[in-house]
């Protein structure tokens, strides 16, 4: 001990002297570290948040067009031959009506010089084959209409819809210079300026053919890249064919004979690729360098209209100081139009790139300048159910699917899991039992979720051969899913409540289960509720398990009883992000949203209650 002490005083001291500006530029240091440390934390939180903002940005942007839809205001006069078959104005003769052949009448009137065939297949293809739809409520509700003049909306197609929207292309306008004069009203006609009214439309015509020149000889090289990587696969096919051959497997002689089949089948097709493109961006060029005389306008570039008294010509070939072209909507005379009184419209999306050509364009500006073109909030989007016609689809049968599926599943989940957790934390033995069973919930809480969808099609459909697409099959399923999450959650809401509560139950002469029911679990309810809500939100927005049980088909009709075939939201979304039509784009966004609100009520209902009810102790 004597020499422990020795040796720590003769050591020299472990403390160092210092200065108060060295401990002045220690703390300032110090503060630094803490600086950054904070401004690192706050970058990531706007960094994450700039992402967020983003997302829902983009969400929002594409599905507006979704929130509004454009009708067609028109004058019907339905006659009973064509909406009263059986001429007695029951429901059932009006519900066998034919009220399209009613408004496609009064709708083709619009266009008296529509007479071929397939001009009228285009005419009528603008209108929704729902178009009938608010014509047939009005003379069902009141059959003395019929072979009167009514005013009925009509819903146009969704590609006419999104025109509407500025979603097909974009339009920019011209105001002409100069005076125009047409030389006929119908049929091909020459429109001469006079002055260079179309030099600046020629010099971007010059330019739009020289860029997609370039963009021909790009996809050319790219085009040619993928010839040369399968080209590079060819010899070994060829000695894997020889090796084949040789070893007398036929199997495998006919394995490598296809797979050389077909690198021979990509490499012609690449190359015919390859050869039309260069062949149009050589043709392309060519037009760019003549740089005299008039151009050719075909479908590959950007479209020309011209307004002019009344009507719409559509530009074929363009010069200077005059244009040719073919009359889409009849002028009204042959007149000169001074400057200020004619337009040239230019489509910039080209006509063999989009589903409306210009002819059918033309008819929906002649529509929107009579002024029956109108625009309103879309309600059939929340009343009405699935459709093929993306103008007509609602998500009305997902919104009660997913309200039925979600009542099925609290009601199996709900009293379950809180017994199962008053059990577990009040009355069961802990013992090794015990111990197995709370660590297989807990494990089942982070099985993945198509585990559950693969366990419901095993034993709710194919075992006990309950009805596929239904809410109480995804009920189940569901309440599969949320169980351990609300068996947790109750548990920590009952291990929250302080042990002195259940003592002075006991010590007044209160019974254990007294204790828990009377006392326990009142005070653990906010906590159990708020997980059951959270619970519920993960349900909600679940897709994998549903999809293998069947609530993946195509369901038109709007869900009346538990056992109907139905689809959730979620599923709604995924089938609608599947489709082709760029309608069907602003719907899924739309649907997203809706979900998305759903989601923020649920939590922010479970934030609500947990602030409301919750005690600290």
Not at 8 to 26: F, I, T
Not at 360 to 367: F, V
Not at 456 to 475: D, K, Q, W
């Amino acid at each position: 001990m004597t020499d422990m002490t020795a040796t720590a005083a003769g050591s020299p001291s472990r403390r160092r002297a210092v200065s108060d500006e060295a401990a002045r530029a220690l703390v300032r240091k110090r503060y630094r570290s803490e600086a950054r440390f904070k401004a690192y934390g706050i970058a990531a939180i706007l960094f994450s948040a700039a992402f967020l903002v983003v997302l829902l940005a983009d969400i929002v942007v594409k599905a507006t067009p979704a929130f509004t839809i454009t009708h067609l205001t028109l004058q019907t006069q339905p006659t009973a031959d064509q909406v009263d078959p059986a001429g007695d104005r029951s429901a059932a003769s009006l519900a066998r009506g034919d009220y399209t052949a009613a408004v496609r009448a009064s709708y083709q009137a619009l266009f008296p010089e529509v007479s071929g065939r397939a001009e009228r297949r285009q005419l009528n293809g603008l209108l929704s084959s729902g178009a009938a739809d608010d014509l047939r409520d009005d003379v069902m509700a009141n059959p003395r209409l019929i072979g009167q003049t009514v005013e009925t909306r009509s819903a146009f197609s969704d590609d006419a819809d999104l025109y509407y929207k500025g979603a097909v292309t974009k339009v920019a306008e011209e105001i002409g210079e100069g005076v125009a004069t047409p030389s006929a009203t119908t049929g091909d006609v020459t429109i001469v300026t006079s002055n260079p009214a179309f030099a600046n439309d020629l010099a971007d015509i010059k330019s739009d053919l020289s860029e997609t020149a370039r963009s021909r000889r790009f996809e050319v090289e790219r085009i040619k890249t993928l010839r040369d990587g399968v080209l590079a696969d060819r010899p070994g096919a060829e000695r894997e064919l020889a090796n084949a051959e040789g070893s007398g497997d036929a199997a495998r002689v006919t394995v490598a004979r296809n797979t050389l089949a077909k690198i021979d089948s990509d490499s012609d097709s690449l190359r015919s690729q390859m050869e039309t493109l260069a062949g149009e961006a050589a043709d392309f060029e060519t037009r760019f360098r003549n740089q005299s005389g008039a151009e050719t306008l075909d479908e590959k570039l950007p479209s020309r209209l011209v307004a002019i008294n009344g009507g719409l010509v559509k530009v074929t070939s363009l010069a200077a100081d005059r244009v040719e072209g073919r009359v889409l909507v009849p002028l009204q005379n042959p007149n000169a139009a001074q400057a200020g009184q004619w337009k040239v419209l230019t489509y910039e999306t080209p006509e063999n790139s989009r589903r409306l050509n210009d002819q059918q364009i033309a008819w929906l500006e002649s529509l929107e300048e009579k002024g029956l073109v109108t625009s309103g909030f879309n309600t059939g989007f929340f009343t009405t159910g699935d459709s093929r016609e993306a103008e007509q689809a609602g998500i009305l049968g997902a919104l009660v699917g997913s309200l039925l599926t979600m009542a099925v599943t609290l009601l199996i989940c709900l009293p379950i899991g809180v017994g199962a957790a008053i059990y577990l934390e009040e009355f069961a033995p802990k013992n090794r039992i015990t111990d197995i069973i709370e660590i297989n919930i807990n494990n089942l809480a982070a099985v993945p979720s198509i585990v559950y969808g693969l366990l419901g099609l095993a034993v709710f459909l194919n075992f006990f051969g309950m009805p596929r697409s239904s809410a109480v099959v995804g009920g189940f399923v569901l309440a599969l899913l949320v169980l351990p999450t609300i068996i947790i959650a109750s548990r920590a809401a009952l291990k929250a409540v302080p042990p002195s509560i259940r003592e002075a139950a006991l010590g007044v002469g209160a019974s254990h289960q007294q204790a828990v029911f009377h006392h326990t679990l009142p005070l653990a309810m906010p906590g159990i509720m708020t997980g059951t809500i959270i619970g519920m939100a993960h349900a909600l927005g679940e897709t994998a398990p549903l999809l293998l049980i069947g609530m993946v088909a195509f369901i038109v009709d709007v869900p009346t009883s538990l056992s109907s075939a139905t689809t959730v939201l979620p599923v709604q979304i995924y089938l609608w992000s599947d489709l082709p039509e760029v309608a069907f784009q602003a719907k899924t966004s739309a649907a997203i949203i809706v979900l998305l609100l759903f989601l923020f009520l649920m939590n922010g209902l479970a934030i609500l209650l947990r602030k409301r009810f919750e005690r600290r102790w």
